[in-house]
């Protein structure tokens, strides 16, 4: 696998969804914490589309994979109290 020359902002961008800092960082806080057995890409609110990508990049190791495993333990951490 190469490395990755892609940020979150790129990721976020690949799906559609608004990709300034403050956006990345209020989608990410209004999803977290995801349940421990819920696979990233099986989380609801998800479009098919979005799910199947981020299934496929994780699978295939492919050069989103570091930035989806990245989006995936930042939506797995418990809430900031």
């Keep these: ?3 990755s020359n892609h940020a979150l902002k790129d ?3 690949q799906l559609g969804l608004p990709s300034e800092q403050g956006d990345i960082e209020h989608f ?3 999803h977290r914490p995801l ?3 819920l696979r990233l890409a099986d989380a ?3 479009t098919p589309a979005q799910a ?3 299934k496929e990049e994780f699978l295939d190791d492919a050069d ?3 930035l989806v495993d990245q989006l995936n333990a930042l939506l797995h951490q418990p ?3």
């Design 52 to 54: 199947q990508f981020l």
């Design 44 to 46: 609801p609110f998800w």
């Design 79 to 81: 809430t900031r109290h």
């Design 64 to 66: 989103w994979a570091p």
């Design 28 to 30: 990410i806080e209004s």
């Design 1 to 3: 696998m190469e490395l």
């Design 11 to 13: 990721l976020f961008d």
């Design 35 to 37: 349940p421990d057995d």
